[in-house]
């Protein structure tokens, strides 16, 4: 770690020793992004040495594919988003890393013994993901390029809102076989080629919900009855919440998909819950939630039709070892991929990831779990924890409604996906369909997910920003003469 | 590859996972405490950008006891929002170089200002168009203000507190 807290750069307005100590700490930032990709040269060498018994003469090829990748949009940042966050771009970065080792670790064990040593850089899932990686970070640079200030998506708020209704709705209405995948209505399908456009709708449904909450801010949190001892708000308030709930059953029931319309549901909530500051929203959110997917599960055995998939997901979590061979087979393979990586894991490369279905896909952090351990484990989601952490804080500290809401919403989105699909992975909630941020295999969701941090940069960039960079106040001064006494120098506001 | 070297990659990849963490989390962690400090927004008008941050101790130490010591946003935008209070007047309005910025519809660009004098603060409208009201006598000339009043101006409310 460099102990050089200097900033590294002057903010672009050249103000640099006046109004307060700024620090930009993008030093920090590439020093922690090269730690994170020695970690992921690391991890490739140990894969190919357990797997290979030899640590081939390019193993690094991938690591550093990525590190040049992560350097440039280091470099963006830190010329265009010079106050943003110095953890969150290496954290994404090592989880990212981590996801194709892992898919390269599966080409691996695909191939014939006899090409193993000779895998090319791009071959296989773990190319595309590496080459996948390379588009994502090229469009989350292009949208801090784009984007200077935060709030001027808010411009187009509501085009965005219908551009994700239409997005989430699009899988829904095509025809099965152009949209369904595993029982899943989430994709686009043309020829080989998939995108899950609801990974997008996340984004552009929660520029929508921030935007219309700050203006609706005062009116929802009017207080109206008091029960219990919780002010719950006028029927009339709940119209929305109720139309958000409306879209995420429906997306339950025609998608197919638990973790989407949960995802979308609880996205809405939780910004309505930090717009208005009032736990009677997610109470609400939650009776509304667990009433729907009760019903889902109650027509689910009797009518069946849309509702059966859902239904024959909550029994595989009620007893997934009930029918161990079929229908539970996933899930107990994840299980006892878990228990067999115990507390260390067998090494990376050590395990059998190739007998657990969608191990590259929304299995990957069982495939994972196997080989580092709830040890590693541990550390791959505290990584995470950090990266929502990190955008909460930047909701926090930034000044204006909007970003505070978009930032919330955001990381809140990225923690609740992961909740989503670790949960349903170890057993603790249905399991759905959901790809583990960063890791998992997949264009789109990787797009998708690193639009957001480049959103969360640029509001945690507004948020860490010094004030004063606006105007160009004397430089240097030169001499030790006293400051001059300004009328307003003693006096300093304190942010709540 | 003997064993060894593969047992010692598989713990020392973990062991480098968790450095990785308590590195960050030693990141986050200086930067949170550079952020208390760098979290007061020094109320410098901003054409001007004093040196303040280096002696922000010194002049709010100067008198104690009954004396008000803080400025409090009560209600408005701004709510919660505390200044700690010097020797130095404080301005109000929607005026980018105000002491207090506030973004009111109901507020003029410069709309009032706190003087002190001889501990005991003043208000005074400064002409504002919708008026500045202590309590719910409109303010006219210089007056004092007591402590927990509400000085209020447009929708936004204040108080002095010691």
Redo the contacts between chains.
């Keep these: ?1 460099t102990a050089a ?1 200097t900033p590294a750069i002057s903010p672009p307005t050249g ?1 640099q ?7 930009s ?1 993008r030093n ?1 930032e590439l020093s ?1 992004l090269l ?2 990709m ?2 992921v040269a ?2 490739q ?2 894969i190919e ?2 797997l290979l ?3 081939t003469s390019d193993f690094w090829v991938p690591a550093a594919a990525l590190t040049a990748v992560f350097l440039g949009v280091h470099v963006v940042v830190r010329f265009l988003a010079p106050f943003a ?3 969150l771009l ?2 994404v970065a ?1 989880l990212n890393g981590i996801g194709v080792g892992f898919l390269r670790r599966l080409d691996l064990d695909d191939a014939a013994p006899a090409d193993r040593a000779d895998l090319a850089t791009f071959a296989g899932i773990g190319g595309r993901q590496l080459l996948w990686t390379l588009i994502s970070v090229l469009l989350a640079a292009g949208l801090l390029v784009l984007m200077r200030d935060h709030r001027s998506v808010s411009r187009y708020a509501y085009t965005l809102g219908l551009a994700g209704i239409v997005l989430v709705m699009i899988p829904a209405v095509l025809p099965a076989r152009f949209s369904e995948i595993n029982g899943a209505k989430l994709w686009i399908r043309v020829g080989s080629f998939s995108i899950q456009p609801g990974e997008f709708a996340k984004l552009a449904l929660l520029v929508f919900f921030a935007y219309y909450l700050v203006r609706k801010r005062e009116v929802l949190s009017l207080a109206s009855r008091r029960f219990l001892g919780i002010d719950f708000p006028r029927g009339r308030d709940l119209g929305p919440v109720l139309v958000v709930w409306a879209i995420s059953l429906m997306v339950l029931i025609f998608q197919k998909d638990l973790g989407t319309s949960l995802l979308y549901f609880g996205m809405f909530v939780v910004t309505l819950y930090i717009a208005t500051e009032r736990v009677s929203w997610l109470l609400i959110g939650l009776m509304l939630f667990f009433v729907g997917a009760y019903m889902a599960y109650v027509l689910g055995s009797t009518v069946g039709g849309p509702f059966a998939n859902f239904y024959v997901r909550a029994e595989i979590w009620l007893d997934p070892f009930a029918d161990p061979t079929d229908k539970g087979y996933q899930l107990v393979q994840g299980l006892l991929a878990l228990g067999t990586g115990g507390l ?2 067998a ?2 490369g ?1 395990g059998e990831p190739g007998i657990l279905p969608e191990v590259q896909n929304d299995f990957i952090f069982a495939g994972i779990g196997e080989e ?2 709830l ?2 484990l541990s ?2 989601l ?2 995470y924890l ?1 990266i929502v ?2 955008g909460l804080r930047a909701a926090l ?1 930034v000044r204006d409604s909007f970003g505070k809401l978009l930032a919330g919403g955001l990381s809140f989105t990225i923690g609740l996906q992961v909740f989503v699909i670790v949960g349903g992975i170890s057993g603790l909630i249905p399991l759905t369909g959901q790809t583990t941020p960063f890791l998992s295999a997949g264009g789109s969701s990787l797009m998708a997910n690193w639009l957001i941090i480049a959103v969360l940069l640029r509001v945690s960039d507004a948020a ?1 920003r ?3 960079s ?2 160009g ?2 430089a240097a ?1 030169p001499g030790g003469g006293p ?14 | 590859m003997p064993e060894l070297v593969i047992t010692v990659a598989r713990f020392g990849f973990l062991i480098l996972l968790w450095i990785f963490v308590f590195t960050v989390v030693g990141v986050i962690r200086r930067d949170l405490f550079a952020g208390a400090r760098s979290g007061r927004l020094v109320a410098a008008p901003r054409a001007v950008g004093a040196p303040a941050g280096q002696q922000p101790a010194k002049p709010a130490k100067v008198k104690r006891g009954r004396a008000a010591h803080q400025l409090v946003v009560t209600a408005g935008q701004l709510a919660g929002t505390r200044i700690t209070l010097g020797e130095a007047q404080i301005t109000i309005g929607r005026a980018e170089d105000s002491t207090l910025v506030i973004t009111d519809d109901y507020a003029s660009a410069r709309h009032a200002r706190l003087v002190p004098r001889d501990g005991q603060w003043f208000v005074e409208d400064l002409g504002s168009t919708n008026g500045t009201y202590l309590d719910r006598a409109k303010v006219t000339g210089p007056t004092p203000v007591p402590l927990g009043v509400p000085i209020r101006i447009g929708r936004t409310s204040l108080e002095l507190r010691p």
């Design positions: 770690m807290a103000e020793s006046g109004v307060r100590l700024a620090r700490r920090s922690l730690l994170a020695v970690l690391a991890y060498a140990t040495a357990t018994d030899t640590v966050d110095p953890a290496p954290a090592l260390f894991g090494g990376p050590g580092i351990g040890f590693g550390a791959l505290i990584v950090l952490e990190r500290a860490r010094p004030v004063a606006g105007g106040g004397p001064r400051p001059q006494q300004l009328h307003g120098a003693p006096t300093e506001v304190i942010r709540p």
